[in-house]
């Protein structure tokens, strides 16, 4: 099995996330980084930017609509 080459969260539809959703982001992202894999969050939201970066999520700036790529599970891998 193979790991999909960037795994990407889009947060445009998220106005908020507490404390238990920024550190869950946290621990994707240090898994991420630990295992080689490429994770990146995009569209947030200002007001959610400054609290990702400080648990060390970088956000890339908003992106245009566009397609979704195809989800990677366990039932398609």
Known sequence: MTAPSNTVLDLFATGAIDDAGIDLLAAVHTYAVHRGLAFSVIN???????SLL???????????????A???TAANA
């Open 44 to 50: 947030a939201h200002f007001r959610l930017q400054d």
């Open 70 to 72: 195809r989800l990677h």
């Open 54 to 68: 400080a648990a060390g999520v970088r956000t890339s700036a908003p992106q245009a609509a566009s397609t979704p």
